[in-house]
């Protein structure tokens, strides 16, 4: 069992989730929450708040592993800075109880969870929903995003098939369609990567 702590970061909302994932990637919620930070507050404030709030999560849960949405170059410079601060107190927290963190694309992780790269938020949510067997769509958005972001980490710790067979789950039964998305996007990131 992998136990993943998923971060979409903000420094308005900051989305945490945690989710197990069994061998056979059977997805479990742990536990999901959204730590929101007010505008007017200073700034080290809000970012005391983010770090107080993952560090607390972290001592309760124990995850083995992080996943962290990975900051991308927008219009907006100050929302890409506080993306961006946001992201720093988690991986110093992270780094201070000596976990990895793993940086994942928003493609990446539409491409795990709903097999396809450019789906909106809204797919994003039913698929959560949907893997994780919960009642209702997690809320709001960066909660979702969270989870997405656990799952996807927890679903690329899966070996890949070996040459020339179908793709399979550590159970041997056929991968999902997502997961095969999933494998696809990660076979062109990882080409793209050894190009570069």
Do not use: Y
Not at 17 to 30: C, E, K, M, Q, Y
Not at 152 to 180: D, F, K, N, V, Y
């Amino acid at each position: 069992m992998l136990r993943v702590l998923g971060v979409d970061p903000g420094l308005t909302r900051c989305g945490v989730g945690i989710v197990d994932i069994g061998p056979t990637r059977r997805a479990a919620l742990v536990a999901v929450t959204v730590i929101e930070t007010a505008a007017d507050l200073p700034l080290e404030r809000r970012l005391l708040a983010i770090a107080d709030g993952v560090e607390a999560l972290l001592d309760e849960h124990r995850p083995d592993a992080v996943a962290l949405e990975r900051v991308f170059a927008q219009h907006n410079v100050r929302t890409v800075m506080g993306t961006a601060q946001a992201s720093g107190v988690v991986l110093r927290a992270a780094a201070a109880r000596g976990l990895t963190v793993t940086l994942h694309t928003p493609t990446e992780v539409k491409a795990a969870v709903t097999g396809h790269g450019g789906a909106d938020k809204k797919q994003v949510t039913a698929m959560v929903q949907r893997i994780l067997r919960l009642d209702a769509p997690p809320r709001p958005a960066d909660a979702a995003d969270a989870l997405a972001l656990a799952i996807c980490h927890g679903w690329r710790g899966a070996s890949a098939p070996a040459a020339g067979s179908a793709a399979r789950s550590a159970t041997g039964r056929a991968l999902t369609p997502a997961q095969e998305a999933w494998r696809a996007a990660e076979k062109t990131a990882r080409a793209r990567r050894l190009d570069g």
